[in-house]
């Protein structure tokens, strides 16, 4: 039988806070992302982001020693060339990935430093300052699937040519998708340190690992905050890594498979694409509110930029008070900000709560109507309408824009799409999901931390929010400071973000109606 240690508890309704002892997670080992003691080269895996390719070999006859994991006589290491000739310019990179042994998935907050030997080839192509340019460390969250967490350290290297240890410390409770690691990276770049790498980029890597913790960590602390906002669909900026994250919901459509709801061939049907904003971050923040608009958008969180052609309404506050809509769009320029054209924008005296809406007819004639119906028209060129024909998707939601909004939110009430040939939608999110029939859904989350985007119903009335990292914890409530403590099948929707975790507590949850104590939890060995 388990027995269940409790490191703290938490709070009451009415406010009472009880502090957490440390929780000790013992020694972690060091982790051995590859050593190179036979030819396992091949785990190191281009990922293509640039024109040039990296070859990558077992070199038996160089190796290097280490304190750090089991040294074996006659181990190697992975020999790399990178051949520059292709791109003169400098603007090429190659990016490798490293799938963790085992198709490991690991808590970063277990480790403290991944550190590698290197070694440059004395031929290795140089950056004209007589260095041997620099590698960056890069993780691939689980939550993403591709490397898009930067270590955000780049290690400048100098002509020598011996073997060279380096580590990398990192702090992994600053980022929750840390927590569920799957692979390990390193990107070059062709111009990072100076003029552009000239020639073949050559050297030898070996022990690849990551360093286990060996100090405590504290156990995480939990207090209760009311549910402010209205109900609807909240987007909170999760903070951590990328300060542009977005999050978002997309259109599916269970008629077509495909969503139509551009507006290209309506004629004098008007067709309408608008957003209410119900709550935004008080005082200035300057986070966007957005609608997009892409042909065949998919999954991807930042279709604003890697897609070709977009359309955006981009929603802001103004230091005044006030609020702007922007009408901004980029057509066959992928991997840019769609802002190659910036044809009109409103302002809004009155802020930016309330409707805000994009209508088109006749293919070219735009207007944006703001909250207070002030609106304002413009005409797009002849030629731009055809290139957001059908099949086009439809995003609503907004973009961090900082880390000063890490852990803001903002809450709309209604989206609207009138005049396409898929079916008018008239969406107000009254729950309890995202898509109550899951036979036919008609929305997609489109986001990084896909958590941070759900829905705030009528009968949430409490926020509960802990520190991380809260590994192995669970939240316990009672009607008693002395218990019996349950835990609620609607206490699983955990919203992380990179300043803690939290999530809302329905009032049918609660332990009892008038006083609630809750703690978070750890099983026992």
Known sequence: MKTMRTWKYAVRLMG????????????????????????????????????AFTSITWDGAVNQTTTLGPNVAGSGSAYWTTDWSATPDGSDQVMINHRFPENAVLDLMNYTNISFDIRFDPASATDGKGGFGGVQVIWTPQADGWPSTYQNTVFFYTTNTG???VEVPFDASVNAKLS???HVGFKIQQAQTGAALSGTTRFWIDNVILHGRAAQIPAPTIALAPVTSPPGLMTLAPGGGNDYRRGMIRTLDPVY??????????????VTYAITIASYPSGYSAMQSQIFLVPR?????????????????DIRDLPDGGGV??????????????????????VCAEGVLGTWSLTFLNDTNVTITAPNGVSTNFALPETVPWEFYNPLTVYFGNQQNGPGNAGKAATYARVQIT?????????????????PDPENPRWQVVAEMPSCVFIVRPDHRWWARWTIPDTGFLLEGSASINGPWVRD???????????????????SSLPAPHQSFFRMMQPGP
């Open 16 to 51: 009472l806070l009880v502090a957490a002892p440390l929780a000790s997670l013992g020694q972690t080992p060091n982790f051995i992302v590859n050593q190179l003691d036979t030819d396992t080269a091949a785990g190191f895996e281009n990922a293509g982001w640039g024109t």
């Open 163 to 165: 073997w060279l240890h």
């Open 180 to 182: 569920a690691v799957t």
């Open 257 to 270: 498979v495909d969503p139509y709801y551009s507006w290209v061939g309506q004629g004098d049907t008007p």
């Open 297 to 313: 958008g998919g999954n991807d969180s930042s279709v604003d930029w890697t897609a070709p052609t977009v359309m955006v309404l």
């Open 325 to 346: 809509g922007v009408v901004r769009y980029k057509v066959n320029h992928p991997s840019e900000n769609a802002s190659d054209h910036r044809p009109a924008s409103l």
């Open 419 to 435: 005049g396409a040939i898929s079916a008018d939608v008239d969406e107000t999110f009254p729950g309890p999901d995202l898509n």
């Open 489 to 507: 099948a609607q206490w699983t929707n955990v919203i992380k973000t990179a300043h803690g975790n939290r999530l809302l507590l329905p009032e």
